[in-house]
Structures are given as C-alpha cells and as structure tokens.
C-alpha cells in the first residue's frame, strides 16, 4: 500500500526510502514484531477462554508433555494476522509472485485451521483425514504453481554448477506443487517442542531473504551464476514479514509455551518457504537450508515405513525430536541443539551461491 502510494508521489522526498526493497525488508519485520507483540495477549486469552482444555495432548507422546494441557493453540492465526498487515503496508502488490506466495500461505493456514479447529472442537489428536489435507494442499499449491511458472522457466537448477539447469518442461508444475505441499508438512512434523519450528523458519526466511533479492538482481545474479529472476527481490520483503511475525510469536511460545503455533501456524510458514524457494528457483537449496525439517520428515517415513514392514522402530519414537526426548534429553536441550543444526544448514546453502 506504501509502495503504491510511494509510486503514486513519484518516489519524491521520505517516499524515495520506499523506492528500496532492503530499507521495506526491515520496515517491514519491525512492522509484522510490532503487531504480534501487540495482538499477542489477548489473542492468546481469546483462544484460552475459546479453547477450553486447549490442544489435546497424546497420551502416547513423552510423559512430560501431558504437564502442556490446557495450552491454547490456533496461533499461527496470530502469525499470519500480523504477516497479512505488514504485507499490506510494505510491498509491492502488483507483484506475482506475491500474490502466489500470500494464496499459499492463506490457502495453507486455512486448511491447518480446519484441522486444529477439528482437533480442539472433538478433543482428539486425529483432525482432518490426511487425504483430504493432501488433496486440499496440492489444489492450493497447484494454482500458486501456475501464477509462478507464468513468470519463470520451468528449469530445475542444481546448487553448485554455474546455470546448469534440467528443462522439466509441464512437470514443472507438478515439482513446484510438491514443494510447497512437502515443505509445508515438513515444518508441521517439526512443530512438536516449544520453539522448535519456530526459528528454524525464522532462519529459513532470513537465508531466503538474501537468496530471493540477489535472484532478483541482475547484476548480483550474473556475477554469482545463479538463476536471474526478475521480480523475486519482493520476496525479500515477504521473508522479512515471516522472521518479525516469527518472532513475536516465539515471545509468547517459548518455554513454557503461553501457546501452541498447531497446524495453523506450521502449514503455513512450511508452505510459504516453499512457495518462495519455487519463485526464486532455490528449490533444491530449500532441501539443504530446510535440512531439519526434511531430517524431521523421513524419520516419520522410516520409522512407519520400517515398522509396516518388519514390526519394529527404527527411532524410540518418531518425529526424530521425540527420539531425543526418549534418550533423556531435555526439551529445551533438544530445541536449542536443533536450532544449531537448522543456523549451519543456512550457512551451507548461502554458500552454494559463491560456489558455483
């Protein structure tokens, strides 16, 4: 809305500042903090008094998460609230690509809520039928698919060779929704401790940040040799809006969490990282700065996998964060070693920009 008025005024005298995507990315996170540090407590007090005994706790998880009942979930409604308004006020929203990452991560966040929603209303851990999660999910990432591909090529691009790409022509399509469908399901799996997902988005976001505004320079894309995106700098901004709205949120979630992010939340930053890896064409180093997530994922795939088969588990428990629990690990031992992991996998894909 800024930029538009900015643009409206010609760009002349403090509207000149708007002009520059760096100088709206951080107006833009102080913008998405400011407002979730305000809505924060009484959105939480609302989901309590809404909520009643809050998200159900399995009886079948570690023993020291049942001392968690009564928690309120839902706040991702709090994350994509204050996202939604600083997106208004600092991009350019005559931009495709942000239109496709908001249908996304909406789209995405709608269909975490039905889930929650179910949970909470039935006190039951199930919620939504997978396949009909999975279908709502690739409906979404399906037509944000095709608002991106319409503004980019369909080449898969591999990390580390200088605009070496493999043409996958219509498949495309179907990769990019695969993406976003994994990445946000992959985020969901990992939202199991206080503070978990939280800033390994956050991390995420930032890394993506930097990707998405050099992929939308020429003159950096050039020089590093990688994939020229025009248009992709916007979605510097939309990472900016994720890591402020990310951060206020993990002032009321961590430990003891005053409230739960739930599907709500974890779909739909999962799916917007994706959404933002297709349009800047990083999907490949999404797998390496999203490491965790995909580690957190294929331990639910083998250990189900592996116990169909022979009967037995491969991991105490799965996702792989309970697996540590089981070993005696601490909570927050578990998250803050795992957000170690998550800052050394961003390092890892941000050097696959000079290393090509």
Not at 64 to 84: W, Y
Not at 331 to 340: A, M
Request: charged share 15%; hydrophobic share 55%.
């Amino acid at each position: 809305m800024l930029y538009l008025l900015a643009e409206w005024m010609s760009f002349e005298g403090l509207f000149n500042l708007v002009r520059y995507q760096t100088f709206r990315a951080g107006a833009t996170l102080m913008t998405a903090l400011l407002i979730g540090l305000i809505i924060g407590p009484r959105f939480i007090d609302l989901l309590r008094v809404r909520q009643g005994k809050g998200q159900p706790i399995r009886e079948d998880g570690p023993q020291t998460h049942l001392a968690k009942r009564g928690t309120p979930t839902m706040g991702g409604l709090m994350i994509l609230v204050s996202l939604s308004l600083s997106l208004l006020i600092w991009m350019d929203l005559s931009n495709p690509f942000v239109w496709a990452c908001v249908a996304v991560t909406l789209g995405f966040g709608f269909i975490g809520f039905l889930d929650d929603y179910d949970k909470v209303s039935k006190a039951s851990h199930k919620g939504v039928s997978g396949r009909v999660r999975l279908l709502m999910e690739f409906v979404v990432a399906g037509i944000a698919a095709w608002i991106i591909v319409g503004q980019i090529n369909t080449f898969l691009y591999i990390p580390f060779f200088s605009g070496r790409g493999i043409e996958l022509g219509y498949a495309y399509y179907i990769f990019a929704a695969l993406v976003m469908v994994g990445a946000g399901n992959a985020v969901n799996l990992t939202d199991g401790l206080d503070g978990l997902a939280t800033m390994p988005v956050i991390i995420a976001a930032g890394t993506f940040a930097i990707i998405s505004y050099l992929a939308g320079r020429a003159d950096y894309s050039e020089y590093l040799g990688i994939p020229h995106v025009p248009g992709a700098g916007e979605l510097a901004i939309f990472c900016a809006a994720i890591m402020g709205a990310g951060l206020a949120f993990l002032w009321f979630n961590a430990p003891p969490a005053a409230v739960f992010m739930g599907d709500t939340g974890s779909l739909a930053l999962g799916g917007a990282l994706g959404a933002i890896a297709v349009a800047s064409h990083h999907e490949i180093v999404l797998a390496v700065v999203g490491g965790l997530f995909v580690f957190e994922a294929l331990s639910v795939i083998i250990q189900v996998v592996w116990f169909k088969r022979t009967g037995k588990r491969v991991f105490r428990m799965a996702p792989i964060h309970h697996h540590f629990e089981q070993l005696g690990w601490s909570e927050s031992k578990v998250v803050i070693r795992f957000w170690i992991v998550a800052i050394v996998l961003a390092l890892i894909g941000l050097s696959t920009l000079k290393l090509r």
